[in-house]
């Protein structure tokens, strides 16, 4: 629990806990799990436009990423079924980081078999093969999470999670700029577009997911996930289980997607009858989409249990206990507050994020200078931020470290005020950026901390897969808005207000204090 760290270490203990065996695995694993999500991203987007696909079409690819929002859905299997053969020999962790890895490379690969320009059905492919990717990289994120919670002591997550956060970061880098810098070199650019040279590029990157295999294969499976003791089904019991999953899973998509030609017409119609803003009809909509898609999906899992086809404990065992844990731990005022904490504690960093590069170009900053200052100096503060976090999470206890970063988190969005009247100045940028990343790494370091510490050692996976993903669906709703915001009441009145957004953050914190 978060209030277990009663003992300071000195800072010379602090230091030597660098070399800890698995501070070091986090690094390697974390550098393995920010491979994928440019790929994803920032790196096809740059793949697809060069080989002639619209705009349009290349923004629908980042519906692949949706597997990181709900990868909550699918953390029960993994953190319950055991894979034939493999679990025995590697383990309940190993077993699923193993096979996730290596879906990673095959999607990863497939990808780069697949040339976008040749035709339409290619391009379905690479969608498909993006989509796996999105899908295989969530699910080794759970994996990994709950294997850095198991594998060490409560007092050692902050150091883990530092470790983490910078070979993600790093791995970040190779698949972002690294591969950007690859496929240019081998003859690719806008107007002389080359299959070969991206094909090649994929390939590498992918390769560079055996750092995260062999780590894997060498690392012990946590010692707290064998002693655990868990409810064994039979192998055609979890087949039934996974059917139903996927049944669930196929008619939330199929009623999500079918809606949005309904959705889309109504909300025209609306904006004609009613003098409201298009945003707000926009978000109200597409909530009752997503709500309604989900609702579909429970009534199919609810109809297929009644019918029979999974035993309810098994079910309630998965899905049920999980959640009834957490609330019976803290109750149902300290949970809900908990919650809350964990929704919005990064409200202030993401909202900005979201319009942070429209900003910096509206203000006359290059993309060169974009990208040597804000994406490869703010990286390394980032680093440095999170390290430093993670030392004095250890010195000085979470909870203190955790108001410290909310401080700091809030109190940096304060300099992109200045930065917005001063104009493009390279040197105030990097003051900014550096002051910034620094706190973000720093605030990051001890949350993830926090978070780990909120977690049973029963439902490892499950619970951190959901507070996860809770940390940023609500920040991003509202960063949804920012263009909105800052066309409103501009930029310097929209970085004071994401500034006061971290006050209540800091008043949930104090509400928590005393929880053990």
Known sequence: MIGAQTNQKSWGDTVRSWLHPRVITMLFLGFSAGIPILLIFSTL???LLE?????SAVTFFSWAALGYSFKFVWAPLIDRMPLPIITRLLGRRRAWMVVSQLLIMGAIFFM???DPASSQVHLTGM???AILLGFSSATQDIVIDAYRIECVEEEMQAMLSASYIAGYRIGMLVAGAGSLALASYLGTAMGAYSFAAWRLTYFAVGLCMLVGL???LIIPEPVQAESVKTINYSTPEYLRFFVLFLISVSTFGIVFFYTGALVAAAKEILNTIFILSANIIGFVFEAMRLFFALAAALLAARILVFAGLVDKDMLNDTYINPIRDFFSR???????LLLLLIGFYRVSDIVLGVISTVFYLDIGFSKTEIATIVKTFGLLMTIVGGFAGGML????GVKKILFGGAVLAAATNILFMLLAVTGPDPWLLKLVIGADNLAAGIASAAFVAFLSSLTSISFTAVQYAVFSSIMSLFPKLIGGYSGTIVTTIGYPSFFMLTALMG???LYLIWLIRKVE
């Open 45 to 47: 987007s740059a793949w």
């Open 51 to 55: 080989a002639g696909v619209e705009r």
């Open 112 to 114: 780069a078999s697949i």
């Open 127 to 129: 969608a498909g093969a």
């Open 214 to 216: 062999i780590t894997t």
């Open 330 to 336: 803290y109750g149902l005022k300290m949970a809900l």
């Open 393 to 396: 999470t250890v010195r000085f």
């Open 503 to 505: 006050v209540p953050v």
